[in-house]
Nanobody, 122 residues
Framework: VQLVESGGGLVQAGWSLRLSCAAS????????MGWFRQVPGKEREGVAT???????TYADSVKGRFTISKDNTKRSVYLQMNSLKPEDTAMYYC??????????????????WGQGTQVTVS
């Protein structure tokens, strides 16, 4: 399984970014995918998940601002981030786990990880 993120960058508060995750070796239509983020010195935290049927969950801190989606034909997962805040600054990771339903958004529940893409909000 390989997950490759893209789309991070440096933006101003209030702007938007769209992260992409290209998956290989795992079928997004039949497994759980998620986005996590981490800042230095802090634990990695779950941001959003999407299961095989497209059911989504979000961390309270991003509800109403972030949207997770996927394109099964492209084996890709996306994170649309609107109204970005400085506290959203972090390395963002795409993650995957076998199974149609998503487990709790704890890092130890997910099997596969991308290399991360940095998001910085000034």
């Amino acid at each position: 399984v390989q997950l490759v993120e893209s789309g991070g960058g440096l933006v101003q508060a209030g702007w938007s970014l769209r992260l992409s995750c290209a998956a290989s070796g795992i079928t997004t239509s039949r497994n759980c995918m998620g986005w996590f983020r981490q800042v230095p010195g802090k634990e990695r935290e779950g941001v959003a998940t999407i299961d095989s049927d497209g059911v989504t969950t979000y961390a309270d801190s991003v509800k109403g601002r972030f949207t997770i989606s996927k394109d099964n034909t492209k084996r890709s997962v996306y994170l649309q981030m609107n109204s970005l805040k400085p506290e959203d600054t972090a390395m963002y990771y795409c993650a995957a786990v076998w199974g149609r339903l998503c487990p709790p958004p704890r890092p130890d529940e997910y099997h596969y990880w991308g290399q991360g893409t940095q998001v910085t909000v000034s």
